[in-house]
């Protein structure tokens, strides 16, 4: 289980140490992409990991693939709506 306090402190400490960008590879805006490319996390969980980031003045350029062979109309959609999230956040 994680310790969430202790992962919040550490953010912080390396954010008080001079860490002021981190590169996060998100590869897509789907939950099924992200399962098909064997990817632990969720679109969720993307979101709220760059907003957490962004909210303590910590910037975030991230991998992004747009296209795969087998990409859908529906899919490339909700990538755009996905990057359309990102967008908005200030940091």
């Known amino acids: 289980m994680v310790d969430i306090p202790l992962l919040l402190r ?3 400490l390396l954010h008080q140490s001079g860490l002021n960008r981190v590169y996060i590879g998100f590869e ?3 939950n099924e992409r ?3 490319i064997k990817k632990p996390a969720t679109v ?3 979101l709220r990991a760059f907003r ?4 303590k003045g910590i910037a975030v350029q991230y991998g992004f693939i747009m296209f795969f062979p087998d990409s859908t109309i529906e899919e ?3 990538n755009l ?8 956040v200030s940091y």
Do not use: Q, R
């Open 52 to 55: 957490f980031l962004t909210d």
């Open 76 to 78: 490339i959609g909700e």
């Open 34 to 36: 992200l399962k098909k």
């Open 10 to 12: 550490l953010w912080d």
């Open 81 to 88: 709506d996905f990057l359309y999230e990102l967008k908005n």
């Open 28 to 30: 897509g805006g789907t």
């Open 44 to 46: 969720d969980s993307n």
